[in-house]
DNA sequence: GTTGATGGTGAACATTCTGTTCGGTACAGA
DNA sequence: TCTGTACCGAACAGAATGTTCACCATCAAC
């Protein structure tokens, strides 16, 4: 699955040049503009080595975001490091989008394949979900639950998204206290006063 | 620029069995994989049929997106037929949405061209700031206005999303009134206390 | 109905891109 | 030093795109 550490280090070369060759790109053109010819000719590899090491361009992209979705999830969303009233760990993303900032400004100016976008809509939806079961009652909500962890969700990818398209002038925390005065009000609103 | 009217009976024939073609085949699967071959097959018409009609498949939704955004424009985004302190026309967004959402259903199901939704969403977002700049001494904001005309157009379009995810369960109103209730209380959080 | 114009048709074609294969070379790691 | 593995580059088949052309169908106006 990994192949970041075993493997050979002409693999691993291979890969990197591959990788960057591909995001170097997507800041230039949109994704489905690119060919495969040109990745190999920015990062001066040959064709088969190309294919040797990825199944196409897509796959490219993939691997090296299932790698960092891999840290997001085990640095970031998994057990309850963060105040159980925020929902969201809306500051572990800023900060992670920050420290991975080429391949998620990559993927933003080259319209890439959305569903790398989605996946990470679906995981907060679902985070989001999950949390504001346990935060409220169901039965007591104004409005239906899945409503508000979408709408949790995409308003914190909004603010994300308005983030990296600025240069990300502001700090991870700025962007955090920006999110709690922007979209928590209406998560409030919506929940019988309870859970403060 | 608009084909609908004027042309041959046989013209509009056939651009609507395309367009047709290809909003079944978007229910299907992603816009991408699908072929100009399939499409054809489908709204059985020849191939040369086909180009004389569209420069390629992009075309073909990008010529139902130009008019149906043209009559959003125009029916929803023009004048100031809302009230004011909504900032944007969500109703109307709402039914317009239920209006055209065999197109707007493919296109979500499709995972089609995001630049799309994209269009949709700087609309938005520049409807939005417009509206803000009026509504509020930008000085006083506590939150750049920019990024609060971002949040508002994430928000409401993440709120459509999810509407069209779930077979739009609710009418038009019924959203709207989820939207003032998820969505503007953190809008009037960052305003200074003003115009309601 | 005849007629002239416009659009539709299918087949053929050049072109571009993809993904695979293979013999030979270079390098990593033990 | 030796063995395996990755790289190279050229060649190739296959798929999809977009164009052209000669022929046929339909329109609407006379």
Redesign the pocket.
């Known amino acids: 699955m990994d192949r970041r550490e075993k ?9 990197r040049l591959i990788v960057d060759a591909l995001l170097g790109l997507m800041l230039e053109q949109r994704f489905e503009r ?5 990745i ?1 000719d920015r990062a ?10 990825f ?4 796959d490219v992209l993939e691997s090296e975001f299932a790698w960092v979705l891999g840290l997001l999830h085990e640095q970031h969303l998994t057990g309850a490091q963060y105040p159980a009233a925020h929902l969201l760990p809306s500051l572990g993303l800023f900060r992670h989008v920050q420290e991975h900032r080429p391949l998620y400004a990559a993927q933003l100016r080259g319209l890439a394949v959305d569903s790398h976008t989605q996946g990470v809509h679906r995981a907060l939806r679902d985070r989001a979900a999950r949390e504001l079961a346990l935060a409220a009652d169901t039965a007591e909500l104004t409005v239906p639950l899945d409503v508000v962890a979408e709408y949790l969700a995409g308003a914190l990818l909004s603010l994300i998204q308005w983030w990296l398209d600025h240069g990300m002038p502001h700090t991870p925390e700025q962007m955090e206290a920006i999110f709690q005065q922007l979209v928590m009000p209406g998560v409030r609103a919506v929940l019988p006063e309870q859970r403060r």
């Open positions: 493997a050979d280090r002409r693999s691993r070369r291979s890969r690119i060919t495969v010819q040109e190999i001066d590899v040959g064709r088969s080595t190309f294919y040797a090491q199944r196409n361009k897509e």
